[in-house]
């Protein structure tokens, strides 16, 4: 499976799509197991797939048929509002409703660390150089974790007390964007430490939506940013060196609530997840929808695409 796309839903089910023909290839029913599904993540080997259900998280085996999840995260008390692996597979990350985040270990299925961050977390993501975690919350702030020290080492509050929805880093560690519930985007540019610079130096800050934004996405080449919103649409917004934003397309098509994103390896496609129910795949240079995926009967919340090397 060269390319693995995913989506999941309020149904409750995960399905697997063929990218090119539409073709739903796989579905994990979860049958007499309740609770929605917020997030997916696809391992760097593609081996596997992690998906925060309600309070837990399922691994599941991406080769295999089976319904059952290989090793599944238990300890969150809360919502699970955010999963991502570690670059080498090794652990992965959540955030939870319940104001925690945690590290589990995938060697050994156990809970490697455990964060009290005091507000509920509504994004989390690993830093290139795997040793630091971004964060953001319902209290507006946005935190930087350092996994050595296992402390927090850095505050931002770009906007007070507005909560933080989504945060993205550049894959070459060179700026962070976070999103808020009023579709207002910021952008900071990440300096070295012991360059005598902040760590985070604000750039910039742009009206994205004028609706609820619910994701803010950085495409692996770092030239654009993906913006999800209540508005029903997706826009794409062109990134100068300078730290431009320049908006390029709204993405139309879909009829309510875009959740989530996910771009291709190659910076060229995204995939959105929409309360219509339905996935799509977006060609970035035209701004049309490539493929449609209908099969999820409620609405589709979450998105992951993994088509690079494995």
Not at 6 to 29: K, M
Not at 79 to 108: A, C, M, P, Y
Not at 144 to 150: A, C, F, G, R, T
Not at 255 to 271: G, H, I, N, T
Request: hydrophobic share 35%.
């Amino acid at each position: 499976m060269s390319v693995i796309l995913v989506s999941g839903s309020y149904d409750h089910e995960i399905r697997f799509w063929e990218a090119w023909s539409g073709i739903c290839s796989r579905t994990i029913s979860r049958s007499g197991e309740s609770g929605q599904v917020n997030r997916l993540a696809i391992s760097p080997d593609k081996r596997l797939l992690a998906a925060a259900i309600h309070k837990k998280v399922n691994i599941y085996e991406i080769a295999s048929s089976s319904s059952t999840p290989v090793i599944t995260f238990e300890g969150h008390t809360s919502n699970v509002t955010s999963v991502s692996f570690h670059s080498q597979g090794k652990w992965l990350v959540t955030g939870s409703e319940d104001g925690t985040i945690k590290i589990w270990d995938l060697r050994n299925t156990h809970l490697h660390r455990n964060y009290n961050n005091e507000a509920p977390v509504n994004d989390v993501c690993v830093h290139p150089n795997q040793g630091e975690l971004i964060s953001c919350d319902q209290a507006g702030r946005i935190k930087q974790w350092d996994l050595s020290e296992n402390i927090c080492t850095h505050e931002l509050t770009p906007a007070g007390d507005v909560p933080i929805r989504s945060v993205s880093l550049a894959s070459d560690g060179s700026c962070l964007v976070a999103g808020n519930n009023k579709g207002k985007c910021y952008v900071w540019k990440i300096n070295e430490e012991g360059m005598g610079l902040p760590r985070f130096q604000a750039v910039t800050k742009f009206q994205a939506h004028n609706k609820y934004l619910t994701r803010c996405l950085l495409s692996p080449d770092v030239k654009y940013l993906a913006t999800c919103s209540a508005d029903t649409t997706v826009k794409t917004w062109s990134i100068s060196s300078n730290y431009e934003f320049k908006l390029e397309k709204a993405l139309q098509g879909h009829q309510r609530w875009v959740w989530d994103c996910a771009f291709s390896a190659d910076s060229a496609y995204l995939v959105t997840a929409s309360s219509d129910h339905t996935a799509r795949l977006w060609e970035m240079s035209s701004g049309e929808t490539v493929r449609q995926y209908n099969g999820h009967h409620k609405a589709a919340v979450c998105c992951a695409l993994h088509d690079g090397a494995g």
